[in-house]
């Protein structure tokens, strides 16, 4: 039986692979089951530092909830499949380690919604992005009218989402929905390339980064000042530190322990 979820480790680094390609990575419950698993297992392994999440092959990196599987479902069914889509995106939000989404191909609907989830997103020259769910008579319903509001502004998500119109890789990083665009075929590289960069950080700190970051957006700034001020003491006592300052003054790599 072929595996939904395919799990690879790079030294510090973990790729998660959607491994549904002839259903455009759809989000059936048993590759959701199999998301969670490894997001678990992910967030107890102290040594890894950064996760990539992409899809199989180059059609789609996921389109979303698997309506074949949905077909024969009761509506208190369907609402429970999309709950936990959201709890899945909720969980892919609330990793320990920074998340790279590497758009290999089409994210629509819950898949859109999986990739504003995660920390940031590369995505292939080729693939479309958008949320077109009211072009199936119901809305976004994993996050994805908040996230992509945080994310983009109170106007561009209205008229994506009404419109239910997908847009092009170029299309979505004018809009900051990517931070980056490359070719398919460098596409996984350049994820592990930014992975890398991250991974050789202090790992308290960019668990407290992230921390501060997606907890003070949403509060007024005076609060948020202060969860960034309690994530910084969260770094002082730990023996990362130390060893940066002291790799600093050796003019050396520092080797952090996420200690």
Known sequence: MVNPVEYQKRENIAVL???RPESMNAMSKGLL???NEHIEAINQDTSIHCTIITG???????AGADLKERKGMSEDQVIEAVSYIGETVKNVENMKMPVIAALNGA???GGLELALGCDMR??????KTGLTETSLA??????????LTRLIGLGKAKKLIFTAKPVTAEEALELGLVEQIV???DLLDEAMETAQLIAKNGPVALRQAKTA????FQTDITTGLAIEHLCYKETIPTEDRIEGLQAFKEKRKPVYQGK
């Open 183 to 185: 070719s398919v075929n």
């Open 33 to 35: 089951d199999a998301l």
């Open 107 to 109: 994210a629509f609907g």
């Open 122 to 127: 590369i995505a292939a020259s080729h693939a």
């Open 138 to 147: 119901i809305i976004p319903g994993a996050g994805g009218t908040q996230r």
């Open 56 to 62: 199989s092959a180059e059609k789609a990196f996921c």
């Open 213 to 216: 970051i997606n907890q003070g």
């Open 17 to 19: 692979t959607l491994n």
